[in-house]
């Protein structure tokens, strides 16, 4: 029988070196396990203010005064930045489509593909997009001055619930007005649609109308004003609850300002994609 080979199996590592692994294993764990903590913690404060939310509209007192006072501040006021990216992205949407359907022949379809588009996603996306970077940012910031100056601890002291007279005042303007929003801006998405196709494709209004006659149906329409109530209730809802935990100063504003407006935008963009397969499917 031959006599076993040597094995070289290389210099050890010191025993300094392996301590030294560990702890960077373990800070790394640690850190991880913070972050995934403070995350919990945000879903869950999140669902427990959106359960008061629900209970605090359906039961007495109510502000009505208040609620008007939001949508005129949330609604009316949006009109400007939600209409005009409408109108701008029906004309690029046209040109586009136009563009890439002339090797086809398929001209004709600029009308059913412009408000299709806009109906079932467009529209109601960057709507929501527009609003939550004008309107939750705009929540946040004025509860959030509102909890640095203790103003909500005020509220409290006084009895008065900060849910009921800040949050659900907000969540419910929001609510009422990301459909009139999206329903407008679908209406001049496809007008500025018309406008390109009209003036630079030489169609005719007749046939660019016509095609979105017979495309177009009741399903399109409550497709996308459906997925906007989500829409609304995920920015209010994000907004106020950021608004309401701001530690610090200004800030500590800024920073809750900023995070509603990346948080919104996520939201609204990975809940597109569960409602579109949901409405696919019913």
Do not use: H
């Not at 076993?4 to 210099?11: E, V």
């Not at 959106?50 to 009505?64: D, E, G, I, N």
């Not at 970077?133 to 409290?156: C, F, H, K, N, P």
């Amino acid at each position: 029988m031959s006599a076993p080979k040597p094995q070289f199996t290389g210099p050890q590592p010191s025993a300094t070196a392996i301590f030294y692994r560990n702890i960077g294993w373990l800070r790394f764990v640690d850190r991880f396990g913070r972050k995934g903590q403070a995350a919990m913690e945000y879903l869950g404060g999140m669902a427990e203010l959106a359960w008061q939310t629900l209970v605090a509209a359906v039961t007495r007192p109510f502000y009505s005064g208040e609620v008007l006072t939001q949508m005129d501040e949330i609604g009316v006021k949006s009109l400007s930045i939600t209409g005009i990216t409408a109108l701008f992205t029906g004309m690029v949407l046209a040109l586009q489509t136009a563009y890439s359907l002339a090797a086809f022949g398929g001209k004709m379809f600029v009308g059913r593909v412009v408000s299709l588009s806009l109906v079932r996603e467009l529209g109601p996306v960057l709507t929501a997009l527009m609003v939550g970077g004008r309107v939750g940012s705009g929540i946040t910031a004025e509860i959030g001055s509102m909890t640095v100056t203790e103003q909500v601890d005020a509220l409290r002291a006084m009895a008065i619930s900060p849910v009921r007279r800040l949050v659900v005042p907000r969540v419910l303007a929001t609510l009422l007005m990301m459909p009139v929003l999206t329903a407008l801006a679908d209406v001049l998405g496809i007008l500025g649609g018309l406008l390109i196709s009209v003036v630079e494709l030489q169609m005719t209004a007749q046939d660019y109308l016509g095609g979105i006659w017979q495309q177009l149906s009741i399903s399109d329409f409550m497709s996308g004003l459906g997925k906007t109530f989500f829409f609304g209730f995920e920015i209010a809802l994000i907004g106020c609850w950021n608004g309401l935990k701001v530690e610090g100063g200004a800030a500590a504003v800024g920073q809750a300002t900023t995070r509603t407006v990346v948080l919104a935008s996520i939201c609204v963009l990975m809940s597109d994609f569960f409602l579109t397969k949901l409405f696919l499917a019913l």
